[in-house]
């Protein structure tokens, strides 16, 4: 898995500031982009238009319902989840901010629950990538602001994203 954090200071990676000080930072960034084996089409209309079936094919996924509205997978709706991350069950709302079909790209806003105790802004970003050998990847981007400094950066979530992409891939490779 390669993270990466985007931000730096005077000339210092982000992450190396975080070992200095990592408590200081308020605002971070989370990339992890994973190779996956299914075709990138297919795993983007899945989460675009199956996302409700996730609990059915990822072991960190424990429950997803529709808080508010009729259709999962329309902007505007709030959805509620609940998953395990550090092993630990957690809960929170989405809502789909964006969909981009043509570029393979979705944007959640995710709050309430764990997450609003710990983050003024959590945006999850996934990005379905076709690589030129052929190959295809899934970028996760985690944009957050933490409450206040005594919060840690939301580093579990690789590991959440890493999981939920190798079940969701074998499931999407099954013939």
């Known amino acids: 898995m390669r993270v990466d954090s985007l ?3 005077h000339s210092i ?4 500031l975080l070992l200095l000080y990592p408590k200081m930072v308020l ?6 982009e994973l190779g996956i084996k299914a075709a990138t089409d297919k795993c983007f209309k899945y989460l675009a238009t199956q996302l409700h079936e996730l609990q059915n094919h ?4 424990h429950h997803t319902k529709l808080h508010e509205g ?3 997978h329309d902007t505007d709706r709030v959805k509620h989840w609940t998953y395990v991350i ?4 957690h809960t929170s709302y989405d809502t789909l901010e964006e969909i981009d079909e043509k570029n393979k790209k979705l944007r959640y806003n995710l709050f309430g629950g764990d997450i609003g105790e710990h983050y003024k802004v959590f945006k999850l970003t996934i990005e379905l990538i076709d690589k030129s050998d052929g190959s ?4 996760w981007i985690i944009d957050f602001e933490k409450i206040n400094e005594n919060i840690d950066p939301p580093n579990g979530w690789m590991d959440y994203v890493t999981n939920v992409t190798k079940d969701l891939d074998a499931h999407l490779v099954k013939p």
């Open 7 to 9: 931000f730096s200071y």
């Open 136 to 139: 295809g990847a899934i970028k």
């Open 86 to 89: 550090d092993g630990k069950v």
């Open 70 to 72: 009729e259709d999962w």
């Open 58 to 61: 990822c072991e960190r996924v």
């Open 13 to 16: 990676p982000f992450t190396f």
């Open 27 to 32: 605002k971070g960034k989370l990339i992890s």
